[in-house]
Nanobody, 122 residues
């Protein structure tokens, strides 16, 4: 079994930065793809970024040039560095893991964290 625990969310002003972390407890996820999704109130959960077991990365168009996804396998931790934040980035951010190549669809992920709130003030 795997438990994913996100941290690092908070309230920042527009233009600021945050670094989200997702720690995996339980068995190793070295061979899993991992991703960040976000969900704003009244909206569907949307893909933000993903990283494969071989550390290839994918970013949503809204994240390109501002966000960076990375993973530290020995620490079993996934990161999302977010810069130049805007109020449109306000959402609950979730990390997820799947056994296979990264996918954009949330329903294709096997394990989920509980989420961390990110709020950007204008």
């Amino acid at each position: 079994q795997v438990q994913l625990v996100e941290s690092g969310g908070g309230l920042v002003q527009a233009g600021g930065s945050l670094r989200l972390s997702c720690a995996a407890n339980g068995r190793s996820l070295d061979d899993y793809s991992m991703a960040w999704f976000r969900q704003a109130p009244g909206q569907e959960r949307e893909f933000v970024a993903a990283i494969s077991w071989s550390t290839n990365t994918w970013l949503a168009d809204s994240a390109k040039g501002r966000f960076t996804i990375s993973r530290d396998k020995p620490k079993k931790t996934l990161y999302l560095q977010m810069n130049l934040l805007t109020p449109e980035d306000t959402a609950v951010y979730y990390c997820a893991a799947r056994d296979g190549i990264p996918k954009y669809e949330a329903t294709l992920y096997d394990f989920w964290g509980q989420g961390t709130q990110v709020t950007i003030s204008s």
